[in-house]
Nanobody, 122 residues
Framework: VQLQASGGGLVQAGDSLTLSCAASGGLARSYTIGWFRQAPGHEREFVAAFKNGDRKYSELVKGRFTISRDSAKNTVTLRMTNLEPEDTAVYYC??????????????????WGQGTLVTVSS
């Protein structure tokens, strides 16, 4: 599985942005797709995960970010609203078949995209 994340860019605080994650050969529904991010000088952290309608979010983004599957485009999107400068990071999408209870743990993700940079100015 090869993943490609896209949609990053430079926005202002309060703006919205949508990231997309596409997979070569399509995204099998047996996979959980997760979004992680890594800010400069910080470790990579969990953002959100999606599988077959189930969703999980980091407390830092809950209520502002929405993860969903676009079946028509066969992608998983991360809709980010009310962005804050603290959201500035490289965002990665990844795929795993780990049990749902562990989808926040990056060590269980086998496939990773290359990352897309989101910069939020104040």
């Amino acid at each position: 599985v090869q993943l490609q994340a896209s949609g990053g860019g430079l926005v202002q605080a309060g703006d919205s942005l949508t990231l997309s994650c596409a997979a070569s050969g399509g995204l099998a529904r047996s996979y959980t797709i997760g979004w992680f991010r890594q800010a400069p000088g910080h470790e990579r952290e969990f953002v959100a995960a999606f599988k077959n309608g189930d969703r999980k979010y980091s407390e830092l983004v809950k209520g502002r970010f929405t993860i969903s599957r676009d079946s028509a485009k066969n992608t998983v999107t991360l809709r980010m609203t009310n962005l804050e400068p603290e959201d500035t990071a490289v965002y990665y999408c990844a795929a795993t078949t780990v049990v749902w209870g562990r989808v926040t743990e990056e060590a269980f993700y086998r496939y990773w995209g290359q990352g897309t940079l989101v910069t939020v100015s104040s």
